[in-house]
């Protein structure tokens, strides 16, 4: 079916560079404040935020029967929870006001001064109440780099690997918002040869992932199946699994990771809608050995997201120091949900699902430090001169990510946080 506001050949009255994020295709949903009093839903569209609240008290959603203070709460989860009906009409309705052979708004002045900010003026809030995280680790680069620094390089993936999306239940409350700095964690670690020790990590590391957004209930004991996931998933974030690896070695075994995760992760600001990304579908890994039918999907469930990382040290300059893409993952986010409620396990508007660290098959496309400096015994130089074999304190770490078709682009904004030194 086609999509009325993903149309290539929609131009805003606004100016959207080419290079923004935010064209009239993409309109994600976020929640800004003015450092004030207000924290309203909003739209990005180039430099500006577009304030749904005041679009709403303007009455230019008439005749979408949204309810009054819908876009005025802390969180987009009530917005969300109208539904995909509501919500896609609502988007279709913003992008026919942005739309440059629209007068409506493009014609009042004094509507627009309400409505318009400049985003540099603002601040982006958490967009969503998360109440549960889970993490895949659906990346079939990354599981056999992991597997073969660990393990064994002649059995880098576990014999599941192939036939489950593997995952483990994460922590929400430590999810922040980007911008926001996080301290190193303390931890125990094991020496080789002598008993543990506490203190603080000294691998911290990122992990380059998206997660996608739940904008559906079930019930316990319903399952969603491939075919339908789309319907349960309202759009995606670029985010950040902060690891801390010596913590992670020593604590993993047998249960998984537990405070070598749980300290901070970093999601970006925007979700952008599922619909807004459909036209950058692209076809998976032919998966092999053949999945379980309830794993079975038709058609192309992959998507093409350009994604980069860099590291800023303390007043200096970002280097880039991976550049990997969604289009990587062998399990695919529908396979992750339809996996994850096969057993009747109820998922809530709001809950989030993270790919897994996204690596790809070039050295330069490993989505983190882990990967990327094989275990720290080949350092990375950044433009300072400095090396980095994991993050040191106050270093800022950013991802980045887009897709691009023609000249449409669709962008997610920046996932950045700083490392401040432990407590
Ligand atoms: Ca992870």
Same mark, same amino acid.
């Not at 009054?68 to 992008?95: M, P, Q, W």
């Given at each position: 079916?086609?999509?009325? *506001? ?6 805003? &009255? ?37 304030? /749904? ?12 029967? /949204? ?23 609502? +988007? ?12 409506? /708004? ?37 599981? +056999? ?15 599941? &690997? ?81 690891? *801390? ?18 300290? *901070? ?15 950058? +579908? ?48 062998? &399990?695919? *986010? ?39 400096? &094989? ?49």
């Amino acid at each position: 079916m086609e999509i009325k *506001a993903n149309n290539p050949a929609l131009k805003s &009255w606004i100016d959207v560079k080419p290079d923004s994020d935010f064209s009239i295709q993409n309109i994600p949903f976020g929640i800004y404040t003015d450092k004030q009093t207000i924290h309203n839903a909003c739209i990005a569209i180039g430099d500006y935020v577009m304030d /749904l609240h005041m679009v709403h008290h303007l009455r230019y959603f008439k005749g979408l029967s /949204l309810p009054e203070n819908i876009f005025s709460y802390h969180s987009l989860n009530d917005f969300i929870a109208l539904g995909k009906d509501k919500t896609c009409a609502v +988007r279709d309705r913003i992008s026919d006001l942005l739309n440059i052979e629209n007068k409506e /708004l493009q014609s009042n002045e004094v509507h627009r001064k309400q409505i318009f900010k400049q985003q540099k003026d603002l601040q982006m809030l958490l967009p969503i109440q998360i109440g549960d995280y889970t993490d895949f680790y659906s990346s079939i680069d990354h599981a +056999r780099n992991v597997g073969m620094m660990f393990r064994d390089p002649e059995n880098a993936l576990l014999p599941n &690997w192939k036939h489950l999306p593997v995952g483990y239940h994460g922590r929400a409350s430590s999810i922040r918002v980007s911008g926001h700095s996080f301290h190193r964690p303390k931890g125990q670690t094991k020496p080789s040869d002598a008993p543990p020790v506490f203190g603080p990590c000294k691998l911290l590391d990122f992990e380059l992932e998206t997660a996608f957004v739940i904008g559906k209930q079930t019930q316990m004991g319903e399952s969603i199946s491939t075919e339908k996931a789309d319907d349960y998933i309202f759009g995606m974030v670029l985010f950040n699994d902060w690891s *801390a690896r010596d913590i992670q070695t020593w604590e993993y075994v047998p249960l998984g990771p537990f405070l070598a995760k749980n300290f *901070a992760s970093t999601m970006s600001p925007w979700i952008v809608t599922l619909d807004a990304l459909e036209p950058f +579908r692209v076809e998976g890994y032919k998966q092999d050995p053949k999945v379980l039918p309830y794993l079975e999907y038709t058609g192309n469930k992959n998507i093409d997201i350009n994604l980069e990382v860099s590291i800023q040290p303390e007043n200096g300059e970002a280097t880039i120091v991976s550049e990997s893409n969604y289009k990587y993952m062998y &399990w695919t *986010a529908e396979q992750q949900l339809a996996h994850h409620t096969v057993n009747g396990c109820n998922v809530n508007v709001g809950d989030m699902m993270a790919s897994g660290t996204i690596s790809g098959p070039e050295k330069q496309q490993f989505g983190s430090m882990l990967e990327l400096t &094989w275990r720290g015994t080949n350092p990375i130089k950044l433009k300072d001169g400095s090396e980095r074999k994991f993050i040191n304190d106050n270093d800022t770490v950013i991802i980045k990510g887009h897709c691009q078709k023609g000249s449409v682009r669709v962008g997610f904004g920046e996932c950045k946080a700083k490392a401040l030194p432990a407590f």
